[in-house]
């Protein structure tokens, strides 16, 4: 039977007879091979265009055949990936997991307290300094709030500073306490202020100070609280740390007393908060101020019984 006669008997068969025994039996042995060789499966991932391309295509890269005998590709989604190049389906990357690049075969992990700013990003951001990863597979960031702080760079969650303890900057990973009588305006004040002396703080705590009462004072500069100078005791002045003593013939009219002047024998204050003195000498009351080491003086004629009651 000669070429001509094999291609008339083939063509009256359907494709799906041409390779059955009874279409194949008649024709020669010599155009069956030649037919068995064209028509040899494509290799896996290959694929026909069309039912009698003679020939195979390779899917590219990333593009996969939906089943085996599937005629096109398909592409996968963003951030899915073949586990092996001849994957017939896709798989998404696990959450916080990406793809280095769009064709990339696996995904790989970010690093810890690294994220992705969306789930297809193909890389990983840092977490600014402060910021953290509410857990590892958080997608974005989120600032301790103010006066929390992080342990170490890689702390998932925010510490509280203790109280009366501070942060040096926003970004202090720790807190240091402020020094005793020292004290934050308010929680979250970043640094300490000294208190004014002879101001006090109540407690250790105290958010400000207080001041003492007045001739009340401090034994030392942190003393929490104040103690009244003994009678006839004074403060030199207003901030005086401690109390000095009147020598004899020296007087307080009364515990509030400012302030004592080496006064001559039996001169005395007019009133409590009188700075200076005013003499008796002879039944005369000679008041004075000193003002630029002159005497300013007035007199009057009274007794000494008089003077004294």
Request: aromatic share 12%.
């Amino acid at each position: 039977m000669d070429k001509s006669e094999n291609r008339r008997r083939l063509s009256s068969c359907s494709i799906k007879e041409r390779i059955s025994l009874p279409c194949t039996e008649t024709l020669s042995r010599s155009w069956l091979m030649h037919f068995k060789i064209d028509s040899s499966a494509c290799s896996f991932d290959n694929f026909q265009a069309n039912v009698v391309e003679l020939n195979c295509s390779a899917c590219s890269f990333n593009n996969f055949q939906l089943n085996v005998v599937e005629l096109n590709c398909s592409a996968c989604s963003f951030n899915n990936f073949q586990l092996n190049v001849v994957e017939l389906n896709c798989s998404a990357c696990s959450f916080n997991n990406f793809q280095l690049n769009v064709v990339e075969l696996n995904c790989s992990a970010c690093s810890f307290n690294k994220f992705q700013l969306n789930v297809v990003e193909l890389n990983c951001s840092a977490c600014s300094f402060n910021n953290f990863q509410a857990n590892v597979v958080e997608l974005n960031c989120s600032a301790c709030s103010f006066n929390n702080f992080q342990l170490n760079v890689v702390e998932l969650n925010c510490s509280a500073s203790s109280f009366n303890n501070f942060q040096l900057n926003v970004v202090e990973l720790n807190c240091s306490a402020c020094s005793f009588n020292n004290f934050q305006l308010n929680v979250v004040e970043l640094n300490c202020s000294a208190c004014s002396f002879n101001i006090f703080q109540l407690n250790v705590v105290e958010l400000n100070c207080s001041a003492c009462s007045f001739n009340n004072f401090q034994l030392n500069v942190v003393e929490l609280n104040c103690s009244a100078c003994y009678f006839n005791n004074f403060q030199l002045y207003v901030v005086e740390l401690n109390c000095s003593a009147r020598s004899f013939y020296y007087f307080q009219l009364n515990v509030v007393e400012l302030n004592c002047s080496a006064r001559s024998f039996d001169n005395f204050q007019l009133n409590v908060v009188e700075l200076n003195c005013a003499a008796f000498d002879n039944c005369i009351l000679v008041s004075f101020i000193i003002a630029e080491g002159s005497l300013f003086c007035t007199s009057a004629s009274v007794s000494d019984e008089e003077l004294v009651s």
